[in-house]
């Protein structure tokens, strides 16, 4: 089951995401991988850096609504941040640099493989996490 639910929250992801950046196009891949987001992110052309962090908000966002159906149907949730965890954009453009470097091969996968390792890392599923947010708070 949670590995069909991170199946189905990555290609949410992939799909909420409305550009492709011109690397991704040329190299004939069918997602953004994890590097060129991070590359997206640290280019001085502003429109590929606009491009990086609409990838990174919409990846989160297909998380998050993937996170709240999990929550309604009372099954296992892949990652538990507290009600009240304000996660910041820059905070998951970080946590994906932090997975690549981490792990290189994570660099030519697609970036919301990299962000549901952190997230994951990040906010693990306690018994305590989980209890929360079922509860709402």
């Not at 069909?4 to 953004?32: E, N, V, Y």
């Not at 999990?70 to 910041?88: E, G, H, N, T, Y």
């Not at 997975?99 to 493989?113: F, H, K, N």
């Amino acid at each position: 089951m949670r590995r069909m639910a991170a199946g189905w929250i990555a290609g949410l992801a992939l799909i909420s995401t409305p550009m492709i950046s011109a690397p991704c196009l040329a190299q004939d891949q069918d997602f953004i991988s994890a590097r060129q987001v991070v590359d997206d992110l640290h280019s001085p052309d502003a429109p590929a850096q606009k491009i990086g962090k609409a990838t990174i908000v919409l990846t989160w966002q297909a998380f998050m609504t993937a996170e709240a159906a999990l929550i309604a149907r009372k099954a296992d949730m892949l990652f538990c941040p507290a009600p009240d965890a304000q996660v910041s954009d820059q905070q998951l453009a970080d946590g994906v640099e932090t997975m690549i470097g981490a792990d290189t091969r994570l660099s030519d996968m697609p970036v919301s493989t990299a962000m549901l390792l952190y997230l994951e890392k990040q906010y693990p599923c306690t018994d305590d996490a989980k209890k929360k947010l079922q509860a709402g708070g």
